[in-house]
């Protein structure tokens, strides 16, 4: 059996103990159904797993020891922006998810002209929680040790005007002639834009070029909303980052 690696807001250090917090503590208890002397990974996003083993268990509490801390992760050496329009839940938490597997470093959820979801403040609080969440167990199953950035959401324009110029600022487009492998290599940062499940409207698009966006295809074929910066990723990361 795999040894779990759960994720805590805690400080984590060599030799010391923790009660982890309910909603982890809860998963190991009720879901994995652990026992006292399981061995545990710990990790709070400092770039270092923590090996541990559970020494007491209650209805609500996990107390684990901590034994050592791993090596550190290295940083990406291809940082990786996505600003992401603002998809139907499925579809949303699916492009999250996987786009924290393949190494995305920051996100951004946006909202522009052509989005369905049309969500409250009140309900934006808890949605946020939730992508949060997302992008943990991300981490925690693809042992990522450095939690991607996820900011608040953006009307898209806000987005465009705020963001840092990097190497490659990318919006997928697919009419566009130039594609990935016909860019200079990357060798910092990269912002991908990629638009909502209607796209974006050629105001939007406009817009995003006239500040140096450079439109890029992924080949002859239409992505959905969800498939589209996976693809993208994947294939910045095999032409200029940890997948060479």
């Given at each position: 059996?795999?040894?779990?690696r759960?994720?805590?807001?805690?400080?984590?250090?060599?030799?010391?103990?923790?009660?982890?917090?309910?909603g982890?503590?809860?998963h190991?208890?009720?879901?994995?159904?652990?026992?006292?002397?399981?061995?545990?990974i710990?990790?709070?996003?400092?770039g270092?797993?923590?090996?541990g083993?559970?020494i007491?268990?209650?209805k609500r509490?996990?107390?684990?020891?901590?034994?050592e801390?791993?090596?550190?992760?290295?940083?990406?050496?291809?940082a990786?922006h996505?600003?992401l329009?603002?998809?139907?839940?499925?579809?949303?938490?699916?492009a999250?998810?996987?786009?924290?597997?393949?190494?995305?470093?920051?996100?951004?959820?946006?909202?522009?002209?052509?989005c369905?979801?049309?969500?409250?403040?009140?309900?934006?609080q808890?949605?946020?929680q939730?992508?949060?969440?997302?992008l943990?167990?991300?981490?925690?199953q693809?042992?990522?040790?450095?939690?991607?950035?996820?900011?608040?959401?953006?009307?898209?324009?806000d987005?465009?005007?705020?963001?840092?110029?990097q190497?490659?600022?990318l919006l997928?487009d697919?009419?566009?002639?130039?594609?990935l492998?016909?860019?200079?290599?990357?060798?910092?940062?990269?912002?991908?834009?990629?638009?909502?499940?209607g796209?974006?409207?050629?105001?939007?698009?406009?817009s995003?070029?006239?500040?140096?966006?450079?439109?890029?295809?992924?080949?002859?074929g239409?992505?959905?909303?969800?498939?589209?910066p996976?693809?993208?990723?994947?294939?910045m990361?095999a032409?200029?980052?940890?997948?060479?």
């Amino acid at each position: 059996m795999r040894t779990p690696r759960i994720h805590t807001h805690q400080t984590l250090s060599p030799d010391s103990t923790l009660s982890l917090e309910e909603g982890p503590a809860r998963h190991l208890i009720q879901v994995l159904r652990l026992k006292a002397d399981a061995p545990v990974i710990l990790f709070n996003g400092d770039g270092h797993d923590y090996q541990g083993v559970i020494i007491s268990l209650g209805k609500r509490q996990v107390d684990i020891a901590i034994s050592e801390r791993g090596a550190q992760e290295s940083a990406a050496c291809l940082a990786i922006h996505l600003g992401l329009g603002i998809s139907k839940g499925e579809r949303m938490d699916f492009a999250i998810q996987k786009s924290v597997e393949l190494g995305v470093t920051e996100i951004t959820p946006l909202v522009s002209e052509r989005c369905v979801v049309r969500i409250s403040d009140e309900r934006m609080q808890k949605r946020i929680q939730h992508w949060q969440n997302i992008l943990i167990a991300a981490c925690e199953q693809s042992g990522r040790r450095r939690l991607p950035m996820l900011h608040a959401p953006l009307k898209l324009q806000d987005w465009i005007n705020k963001r840092e110029a990097q190497q490659h600022n990318l919006l997928l487009d697919h009419r566009s002639s130039d594609t990935l492998a016909s860019l200079s290599p990357a060798e910092s940062g990269t912002c991908l834009l990629v638009g909502p499940e209607g796209g974006l409207s050629e105001e939007e698009i406009a817009s995003a070029k006239r500040e140096g966006f450079q439109g890029v295809q992924l080949g002859p074929g239409v992505l959905r909303t969800e498939t589209a910066p996976l693809a993208a990723i994947a294939a910045m990361q095999a032409l200029w980052g940890d997948f060479r």
